[in-house]
């Protein structure tokens, strides 16, 4: 029932989204010392059992785009109560989400859900106890969060089994 993602990994961040991902449902934190849970995902779900080509057509897609800085300060939240940090630049995640769409049309980000997804980190999710200025107070000791892309993961989620199966480097 897991399912594969690729993504940015974002380890400034990591200490408070693995302790809202314990809150919810610790079954989702990895031993997996390269699994890092604060992300910015580029192309999810992804493939379930990837090829040894699928992978080349990552790399290929990836190839030409070269490691780049970001900060993330920017708060949002969708419709849905997801609130997140959006980062800034955006442009050069879009650029490698649609390298990959266009590699990967038949894997639709977030299956179609979302024509024009939007990059973003996850923070957390409105509910009686959770709202913009608890989350903006929560983290306001690591944001400005400061960040460098440079490499994609191909992370695994699944109770109790989340680890990254593949990474490579942006130039």
């Known amino acids: 029932m897991g399912h594969s993602v690729l993504v ?3 380890p400034a961040l990591d200490p408070f989204v693995r302790e809202r991902t314990a809150f919810y449902d610790a079954s ?10 604060s992300h910015i995902t580029l192309l999810g779900p992804w493939l379930p059992t990837p090829g040894e080509l699928d992978l080349q057509r990552v790399a290929d897609a990836l190839d030409p785009v070269p490691a780049f800085d970001f900060t993330l300060t920017k708060f949002g939240e969708f419709p849905d ?15 490698l989400s649609a ?16 024509p024009q997804p939007v990059p973003h980190l996850t923070l957390d ?6 709202d913009l200025a608890t989350v903006r107070a929560a ?14 993961d191909l992370q695994w989620w699944d109770n109790d089994d989340c680890h990254v199966r593949h990474s490579w480097k942006l130039n």
């Open 28 to 37: 989702f934190l990895s031993a997996d010392p390269a699994f890092v849970n």
């Open 125 to 130: 999710r409105r509910c009686d106890t959770v």
């Open 139 to 152: 983290v306001s000791g690591l944001v400005p969060a400061h960040g460098r892309a440079e490499r994609v």
């Open 8 to 10: 940015v990994p974002v």
């Open 99 to 114: 390298r990959l769409v266009a590699a990967f049309p038949q894997c639709p980000p977030y299956g179609g859900a979302f």
């Open 81 to 95: 109560g997801l609130i997140y940090l959006r980062p800034d630049p955006v442009a050069p995640f879009a650029e």
